[in-house]
């Protein structure tokens, strides 16, 4: 069983940083993509931002130039460093990998950007 433990939403005011933390534990033998997505009151969930087992990256054109998504294979963790954060980007943050062609899902974190 793998589980996935997020860390570091919060509340931040507009033009603040937060940085996430996802890492995921259990029976792991190959750890794929690793992704963000988010998911705002009344609106579909999103994906923001995604880091391939080679270390390529995409991001949505929301968030480019201000977040910067990376990995630490060694810890099976991936992260999402938010800068210049707007109110828009309040949202609930998920965390999904993929590992042994199955998808996991983190059970969210609180992002509230306030203006």
């Known amino acids: 069983q793998v589980r996935l433990v997020e860390s570091g939403g919060g509340l931040v005011q507009a033009g603040g940083s937060l940085k996430l933390s996802c890492t995921a534990s259990?029976?792991?033998?190959?750890?794929?993509?690793m992704n963000w997505y988010r998911q705002a009151p009344g609106k579909q969930r999103e994906l923001v931002a995604q880091?391939?087992?080679?270390?390529?990256?995409s991001y949505a054109d929301s968030v480019k130039g201000r977040f910067t998504i990376s990995r630490d294979n060694g810890k099976n963790t991936v992260y999402l460093q938010m800068n210049s954060l707007k109110p828009e980007d309040t949202a609930t943050y998920y965390c999904?990998?993929?590992?042994?062609?199955?998808?996991?899902w983190g059970q969210g974190t609180q992002v509230t950007v306030s203006s």
């Open positions: 999904n990998i993929l590992a042994d062609l199955q998808s996991y």
């Open positions: 880091i391939t087992s080679l270390g390529s990256t």
């Open positions: 259990g029976s792991i033998f190959r750890l794929s993509a």
